[in-house]
């Protein structure tokens, strides 16, 4: 037992993932390798969650398709343009290549930030799956708008999906990769199926009688008692922008810096037309199903066993497992970063737990749009900084990495940048009385890079002049 678990140590202590270097040539991996993680990721556990929230607030059916269509055409081109281009040329992870630009004291916040609110939406994944595992063992867990565990059963549950997650992130991006392969190809047919299933329980029998009896009886238009009418617009800047720290906001550097090509960032598509689209239809059609049969309430479990059965459930307990292993080990390199002397996999660990007892509370599921809506409105100026740093200064003779070179902890341009963007865009959410942050991201974006460029060049100019002075004067 001892030898195991001193191999088992070594083993974690081994595994190099480049968190303050670039990744080397020898360690870039296959478009394959790309293509089953983000599907992994993205057709996962909260997709049960999310197609019920646009049934039950109201979409029309057309808004419903169009939206979905267009918001993760977006989604995927900025993955492609803007997030794997910057991976694949620098290579580093966005907190270190963030430190070279920002100085240590300030991506030390930034990092802190993130690697919380990557625990939180982990803990989200754990509690999506634990939904299934509870109701395979006939333990009845929180329903979508519940905030609190419903037993000390529900909590030993959740204790070990988080354990089962926690392992697999421990060891790094190559089992993280392999374990979202495995899985990813069966777990889209599972949902298609279940959606297809409970279609005549709604009176579809035909692809003609689709639209005219979903729209009466699924996307409606009329939302649910108590909740909010959501639109077409609603439905698009979701789909483009609930991953918006991941594509715009560079999170994924963390994942594409392994990339052999920047097109690479094109695999996204499988897991937005896969995930996005498909499974959330399939999931609105078996909560309109859970409706009619009186379920107002239904949990992620409860929608998927309905659709699938046995398979269904399964399928819930996996999504979130490979949705959770990534976003856990993203969470241990911003943390790993703020505590370099310590071990990546340790740091890893003790996300992984944070994660799982954050999981114990419902209230992470039921608030998970807006935690998501939050995480955006902070990350997406960020992505614009790094950015304009990587591409646009060497062209216009500013100095990259500035924190680096000067050997600066604080680079205010930075930190001005960031502090007017994130306060003009959450200006504009109130001003628009915006139903989640994810419709300030893009604004944040633009903001926080216009603002960016406008004070490095004040910065660099008057450090110019500064130095200058100081030249002319040690010569005279």
């Excluded at 057709?43 to 979409?59: K, N, S």
């Excluded at 343009?81 to 430190?99: D, G, H, M, N, S």
């Excluded at 333990?139 to 959740?158: A, H, Q």
């Excluded at 409970?198 to 639209?211: E, Y």
Aim: aromatic content about 14%; hydrophobic content about 50%.
């Amino acid at each position: 037992m001892k030898e195991n678990t001193i191999s088992y140590k070594e083993k974690l202590t081994e595994i190099d993932e480049y968190e303050r270097e670039p990744v080397p040539k020898k360690s870039v991996k296959g478009l394959k390798s790309f293509i089953g993680m983000v599907a992994g990721e993205h057709i996962a556990g909260t997709e049960f969650i999310i197609g019920p929230l646009f049934v039950l607030h109201g979409v029309a059916i057309g808004d419903i398709f169009l939206g979905l269509f267009i918001g993760n055409l977006l989604a995927t081109l900025s993955w492609a343009l803007i997030c794997a281009p910057a991976a694949v040329k620098t290579r580093l992870t966005i907190f270190y290549q963030l430190e070279k630009i920002s100085g240590v004291g300030l991506v030390s916040i930034y990092n802190l930030v993130n690697g919380l609110l990557f625990c939180v939406t982990a803990s989200a994944m754990i509690g999506v799956s634990a939904s299934a595992i509870g109701l395979l063992l006939n333990v009845p867990g929180p329903g979508l708008t519940d905030l609190y565990p419903t037993s000390f059963l529900w909590i030993l549950i959740i204790a070990f999906i988080g354990l089962v997650i926690t392992i697999v992130a421990t060891f790094g991006f190559d089992r993280v990769s392999k374990f979202a392969n495995i899985f990813a190809p069966w777990m889209p047919l599972i949902f298609l199926a279940a959606g297809i299933a409970m279609l005549p329980s709604l009176g579809i029998n035909s692809l003609d009688s689709f639209w005219e009896i979903g729209s009466e009886k699924i996307w409606t238009g009329v939302p649910a008692e108590g909740q909010t009418k959501y639109t077409f617009w609603h439905v698009l800047i979701f789909a483009w922008l609930c991953n918006s720290s991941m594509h715009i906001g560079l999170a994924d550097m963390s994942i594409y810096r392994y990339a052999k090509k920047s097109y690479y960032g094109l695999a996204s598509a499988f897991g937005m037309f896969i995930g996005h689209f498909m499974a959330w239809i399939a999931s609105g059609i078996l909560c309109a199903v859970a409706l009619q049969a009186g379920n107002s309430n239904p949990t992620p479990g409860e929608i998927a066993f309905m659709g699938a059965g046995l398979s269904g459930a399964i399928c819930v307990v996996v999504a979130g497992w490979t949705t959770a292993n990534p976003t856990i080990y993203r969470a241990g390199l911003a943390i790993q970063a703020l505590l370099p002397k310590f071990k990546r996999w340790k740091i890893t660990m003790i996300v992984g737990i944070t994660a799982t007892i954050l999981a114990c509370s419902p209230v992470i599921i039921s608030k998970l749009d807006q935690f998501l809506g939050l995480y955006a409105l902070l990350a997406s100026p960020v992505g614009a900084v790094v950015i304009l740093d990587i591409f646009l200064f060497p062209k216009i003779g500013l100095q990259s990495n500035l924190a680096s070179f000067k050997n600066i902890k604080v680079n205010f341009s930075v930190l001005g940048a960031w502090v007017i963007a994130i306060a003009a865009s959450y200006f504009i959410y109130e001003y628009s009385n915006a139903d989640f942050y994810f419709f300030v991201a893009v604004p944040g974006w633009i903001i926080g890079g216009v603002c960016y460029l406008a004070l490095a060049f004040i910065q660099q100019n008057y450090m110019m002049k500064k130095e200058t002075v100081k030249l002319t004067s040690t010569v005279k």
